[in-house]
């Protein structure tokens, strides 16, 4: 069957919007196909620096026929309606439809409308154009006199449309004032001449031959082997950097791999300072040597193949890249040279957020709430003020103001240069943190006591101005602090309360089922657990992780069944009563063994859970709750709940209640789905 191969060759595409760029012109395309009835068997879709490509194999050459029935309105309908009916089916006269008769409905009009396919070559020559005139660019440009937009210049567009066997067929269409053809261009500088080309596979080689690796994925992998080979002829080891490997490979085309080096007196500059000076200014990668220390090399990735091995390349890189380092070195030994805190007056002019006042009156909160937080958590009040009055110091230095991506991490150094203790070091960095759902979680007592601070005063300062994430809007990354705060407490185990308002504890709640349900909790059992004033994190976790041991045994599932059937004969004998049972159980007024077993039993458990449950070991209290799993079997299998004698009956439905009520410690089984 015929292939569509696309090619949309322009000036360099930013490396950041390569990839997102071709799989929206895969989607695009194979999307409007479809529409049009020419459906495919397979779609790929590749970017380099300079093109975009595009290759559907698979294709029918004609859209099929298509024969539609379309229902009018009853005979003797009144005229504008038939005139309606008329229009939408294309029809003349309503003698050119059928009626129809329905038992029910009567006599009706049909419509029979049949539509020819139409050739694949004709819908692609409309359906190209459209998509690249309403390409989703990020950022996009024009040029020229002309008023078509594209991330680059468009310098040339290749669509064919044709089996393997067949000279393909030129896609008629023209963008930019480019018209399709088939010819398309190699490397830059190695191989710039012309290449004609009739479909995807001949396409892909003559690429190559012209020094051009289409796929980006393949690009990567030729990087990385090559780095790790150069590295380890040295007895080096490449520094892993997925978000660098992917940049450098959307920035060539032919990859070439080399390495420099630097004046290892800059090795006393802090390893992350350096990482971020060669990596920020050079697309470089950085390297360690046999014991894991930074190595005062790089891997330099180059779009061409040098005469001169690599020489000149090389030289200039590391030109740059001493001179970056001693500024570097420079703005470091500058900073060491203030104590942290002298720089904190320079944050009363920087604004926090105008309607929260300056960096440093939010500084101001986070001693005081640090301080709060500090006893609760079983951290220094003291120490934990000083962090936090450090946390925020670094902004004010020279290499943060180079390097925002180390705010903290400098503080951390500077800290413990300038003689801080080492927690109060620690924590000036890890207040940040985790900054994701799988970044590192602060564990030291005064590190978590000002990472705690720094995140709800985020979330109640923004609160209090209601400025909260809505739908996907989130520019102060509120959800990200609220989630921050629960991984805080529930992985370090921490027995802290939130008190925040509700509207705020409701806000962590969602957070917090966000997070369970991605860790594989279920959401009726998170809801089972949960409730409006919920306050405890850890609380509400251990809880939802005992439930889901429980109700993953034999004995749980029984039991959650015979709890629906008890909380379903109490709503309806409730509903039909209009009163609550909840009275105490008349001992005397049992009359069977089962109704006495399950009474003492669920009289047993219900002190046991309530006393596990007093300290916070839910595990205890589901082990406790399996047990009434054998006593209310045996229940409902001997006992009539809806006895004749009117006392018996209160006393059974008050038993079902006690169960209710006991079994209500832990969750609410009624959300429980099952």
Not at 279 to 291: I, T, V
Request: aromatic share 6%; glycine share 6%.
């Amino acid at each position: 069957m015929p292939e569509l191969l696309l090619e949309l060759f322009s000036e360099e595409i930013p490396a950041r919007f390569q990839r997102r760029a071709a799989e929206d012109l895969k989607k695009a395309v194979t999307n409007s196909l479809v529409d049009a009835g020419l459906v495919y068997e397979g779609a790929k879709a590749f970017a380099t620096p300079r093109r975009l490509a595009l290759t559907i194999s698979g294709l029918p050459p004609r859209s099929p026929d298509t024969r539609e029935e379309k229902k009018g309105p009853k005979v003797g309908a009144p005229q504008p309606a038939i005139d309606g009916f008329l229009r939408a089916a294309g029809l003349s006269s309503i003698d050119q439809a059928t009626i129809q008769s329905d038992p029910k409905k009567g006599d009706f009009y049909i419509a029979l409308i049949e539509k020819p396919g139409a050739d694949a070559v004709e819908l692609l020559s409309a359906i190209l154009p459209k998509i690249l005139t309403d390409f989703p660019w990020a950022k996009s440009m024009r040029w020229g006199s002309g008023s078509f937009n594209w991330v680059r210049p468009l310098r040339a567009i290749t669509a064919t449309f044709g089996t393997e066997n067949d000279e393909p067929i030129v896609v008629p269409f023209a963008a930019a004032g480019i018209e399709a053809g088939q010819t398309t261009f190699g490397h830059r500088f190695l191989a710039p001449d012309a290449i004609r080309v009739k479909r995807f596979d001949d396409y892909v080689t003559a690429l190559e031959r012209a020094k051009v690796v289409l796929d980006i994925d393949r690009r990567k992998d030729i990087i990385r082997a090559d780095a790790d080979h150069l590295a380890f002829a040295q007895g080096l080891t490449v520094i892993a950097d997925e978000g660098l490997l992917e940049e450098v490979a959307g920035l060539v085309e032919w990859p070439n791999v080399m390495m420099g080096s630097f004046d290892p007196d800059f090795l006393k500059l802090p390893e992350e300072v350096i990482i971020a000076t060669i990596r920020a200014n050079q697309k470089c990668f950085c390297l360690r040597d046999g014991s894991g220390k930074l190595a005062p090399n790089f891997i330099i990735i180059s779009n061409t193949v040098p005469t001169d091995g690599g020489a000149t390349i090389v030289a200039g890189n590391e030109r740059v890249i001493r001179a970056r380092l001693s500024d570097a070195m420079f703005f470091y030994n500058s900073d060491l040279a203030l104590p942290l805190e002298h720089g904190l007056p320079k944050l009363e002019e920087t604004v926090f957020h105008a309607k929260l006042g300056s960096q440093f009156s939010r500084i101001e909160r986070l001693v005081k709430l640090a301080g709060e937080i500090a006893p609760q958590i079983g951290a220094d009040p003291e120490r934990a003020k000083r962090a936090a009055m450090l946390a925020k110091a670094d902004l004010t230095t020279q290499m943060v103001g180079e390097f925002p991506e180390l705010q903290g991490l400098m503080g951390r150094y500077y800290a413990t240069a300038q003689g801080e203790p080492a927690d109060i070091s620690t924590a000036v960095e890890m207040h940040y943190k985790p900054l994701g759902p799988t970044d590192q979680v602060p564990t030291e007592p005064v590190s978590m006591a000002v990472a705690l601070a720094d995140k709800i005063d985020l979330l109640t300062g923004f609160w209090s101005i209601d400025e909260k994430p809505t739908g996907s809007r989130d520019p102060f990354a509120l959800r990200r602090a609220a989630l921050g705060v629960i991984r805080i407490i529930t992985e370090n185990g921490l027995k802290f309360p939130l008190q925040v308002d509700a509207d705020l504890l409701a806000f962590f709640h969602d957070r917090l089922k966000v997070s369970l349900r991605e860790s594989g909790a279920r959401h009726d059992l998170v809801d089972a657990v949960l409730s409006a004033d919920s306050d405890d994190m850890l609380q509400i976790t251990q809880r939802a992780e005992a439930l889901s041991s429980l109700l993953s045994t034999d004995d749980g599932a029984n039991l959650l069944a015979g709890y629906k059937r008890a909380a379903n004969i109490l709503a309806a004998e409730e509903k039909k009563d209009g009163k609550a049972y909840a009275g105490a159980v008349d001992q005397s007024a049992l009359k069977l063994p089962e109704e006495t077993a399950l009474a003492a039993a669920v009289e047993a458990v219900h002190a046991a859970v309530a006393s596990h449950v007093g300290k916070d070991d839910y595990k205890a209290a589901m082990g406790d709750l399996a047990t009434l799993r054998a006593p209310v079997d045996a229940f409902f299998t001997a006992v009539l709940v809806n006895d004749a004698d009117a006392a018996i009956r209160t006393n059974r439905l008050n038993l079902l209640a006690r169960l209710r009520d006991t079994m209500r410690l832990v969750a609410d089984f009624g959300k429980v789905a099952g």
